[in-house]
């Protein structure tokens, strides 16, 4: 085997995959680099539609900066009332989506099933309602974050709520699979 710095192989042909990993490595390299921001590709899509990906659509729009940006979350709510009707956008199917609640059970009106990320999402929103936050008061406080205001102890429960929720879904996930 050669120690040859022109990477050519042992015959002295230029070695093929020499270009294929100079490039991965320097893709790599990109994508490791701190401080930049993500790309509309790395934020959370929906896949298979179940409630625990509702559950983390909820989590990660709970946390954005940005409530009512489509490009941002993967769902936003639009309208909310608590054990009656919740309005989503979705986009991923780049439609509004409608979450009746019937006897304490959501229903999607969109996917007709009572196991989506939309009831999942739902069924979070709810649950935080039920903590005595309002829909306004969460827009209020992401305003009040976005412009570099103190955080105050309501949002710092909220975020708690967020990581214990992410914590038990992963949980989940590995006692479950």
Not at 49 to 58: H, K, P, S, V
Not at 71 to 90: G, H, Q
Not at 109 to 125: E, R, S
Request: glycine content about 6%; some cysteine; proline content about 2%.
């Amino acid at each position: 085997m050669s120690n040859k710095k022109d990477e050519s192989s042992e015959d002295g042909e230029p070695d093929q995959d020499a270009d294929y990993h100079r490039n991965h490595g320097n893709q790599q390299k990109k994508r490791d680099q701190p401080g930049k921001k993500e790309s509309a590709e790395d934020v959370f899509v929906i896949k298979s539609n179940t409630l625990d990906e509702g559950t983390m659509a909820f989590i990660h729009w709970l946390n954005s900066t940005h409530k009512n940006s489509t490009i941002e979350n993967p769902i936003v709510v639009k309208s909310f009332e608590n054990d009656r009707c919740t309005v989503l956008r979705d986009s991923s199917i780049q439609a509004e989506v409608n979450v009746e609640t019937k006897e304490g059970v959501p229903m999607c009106q969109y996917c007709k099933a009572d196991d989506c990320a939309h009831v999942g999402f739902t069924i979070c929103l709810e649950q935080l309602h039920g903590r005595g936050e309002t829909l306004e008061s969460i827009e209020a406080e992401a305003d009040n974050e976005a412009e570099g205001t103190h955080i105050s102890k309501e949002n710092q429960a909220t975020t708690g709520l967020s990581y214990c929720l992410f914590i038990s879904l992963i949980a989940s996930y590995i006692f479950f699979s």
